[in-house]
């Protein structure tokens, strides 16, 4: 299982959270950074991140690696645009699949999300167990979205943005999140807000660059040692992706 299908895996997943707090702290960060305030709103010492799940177990490739229970729906969207019956499918064919089944999505998300259900044999294709996963986290991010679409207007801004970030264990800077959809201004001069392919890469990429944080942060105290070239292997993937 990649590193961010435990963050979102199975049903487990129940966001909640405490009334939002005012205001946001504005710290920064830097290579050895320390910041138990902002970096996540829960304080229960075996998850300083929020509650994230974890799951195992392997199924091999092919339509027979579903896992067991997976809906009907999943395995129809898979089959229908691997047309060559490989067994596997790459971004075009992802891309296909997600816009009949949620919303039309750009390639640059399409690509961050073949990055973190990569599939550690075909780093280029992903396979029913990787498809899977990824269609249940879409899911997932999906009842985030319509939650925190207040008005119902089918749009997130800033501030519901933030609302919904929180809602996962991230209490994420202001300044952070204006740096960050600041990617999705048109130049009209109006309120920017996501849609959900914007959201949905917004999300990831935050949530993404969590889970690695967490990984050099084994005490779950908000604070991590990096080299230069193991801060850069971490933070390029989602970079490069955002471009």
Same mark, same amino acid.
């Given at each position: 299982?990649?590193?961010?299908?435990?963050?979102?895996?199975?049903?487990?997943?129940?966001?909640?959270?405490?009334?939002?707090?005012?205001?946001?702290?504005?710290?920064?960060?830097?290579?050895?950074?320390?910041?138990?305030?902002?970096?996540?709103?829960?304080?229960?010492?075996?998850?300083?991140?929020?509650?994230?799940?974890?799951?195992?177990?392997?199924?091999?490739?092919?339509?027979?690696?579903?896992?067991?229970?997976?809906?009907?729906?999943?395995?129809? /969207?898979?089959? %229908?645009?691997?047309? =060559?019956?490989?067994? @596997?499918?790459?971004?075009?064919?992802?891309? !296909?699949? #997600?816009?009949?089944?949620?919303?039309?999505?750009?390639?640059?998300?399409?690509?961050?999300?073949?990055?973190?259900?990569?599939?550690?044999?075909?780093?280029?294709?992903?396979?029913?167990?990787?498809?899977?996963?990824?269609?249940?986290?879409?899911?997932?991010?999906?009842?985030?979205?319509?939650?925190?679409?207040?008005?119902?207007?089918?749009?997130?801004?800033?501030?519901?943005?933030?609302?919904?970030?929180?809602?996962?264990?991230?209490?994420?800077?202001?300044?952070?999140?204006?740096?960050?959809?600041?990617?999705?201004?048109?130049? /009209?001069?109006? %309120?920017?807000?996501? =849609?959900?392919?914007? @959201?949905?890469?917004?999300?990831?990429?935050? !949530?993404? #660059?969590?889970?690695?944080?967490?990984?050099?942060?084994?005490?779950?105290?908000?604070?991590?040692?990096?080299?230069?070239?193991?801060?850069?292997?971490?933070?390029?993937?989602?970079?490069?992706?955002?471009?």
């Amino acid at each position: 299982m990649s590193f961010f299908s435990k963050i979102f895996h199975s049903s487990s997943f129940s966001p909640s959270a405490r009334s939002l707090r005012e205001p946001y702290d504005q710290r920064g960060q830097t290579y050895r950074a320390s910041h138990p305030s902002n970096y996540s709103h829960q304080q229960q010492q075996q998850s300083y991140y929020g509650q994230g799940t974890s799951g195992g177990g392997g199924y091999s490739y092919g339509y027979s690696g579903f896992p067991p229970g997976t809906s009907q729906d999943i395995i129809r /969207s898979f089959e %229908m645009v691997d047309r =060559d019956r490989s067994g @596997f499918i790459d971004e075009n064919e992802l891309q !296909k699949a #997600l816009s009949s089944g949620y919303h039309r999505f750009h390639i640059r998300t399409v690509r961050l999300l073949m990055f973190l259900f990569r599939n550690p044999h075909d780093p280029r294709r992903i396979g029913p167990k990787e498809f899977a996963a990824l269609w249940t986290c879409l899911g997932q991010w999906r009842g985030i979205y319509e939650r925190y679409d207040k008005d119902k207007n089918g749009k997130i801004d800033l501030f519901e943005l933030r609302d919904a970030l929180y809602s996962i264990g991230l209490a994420t800077p202001s300044s952070v999140l204006q740096v960050l959809i600041s990617k999705y201004d048109d130049g /009209s001069g109006r %309120m920017i807000e996501l =849609d959900f392919d914007s @959201f949905v890469e917004c999300g990831v990429i935050l !949530k993404g #660059l969590t889970e690695k944080f967490k990984e050099k942060d084994e005490s779950y105290t908000g604070t991590a040692s990096f080299n230069y070239d193991e801060f850069m292997a971490m933070a390029i993937p989602f970079l490069a992706s955002y471009n």
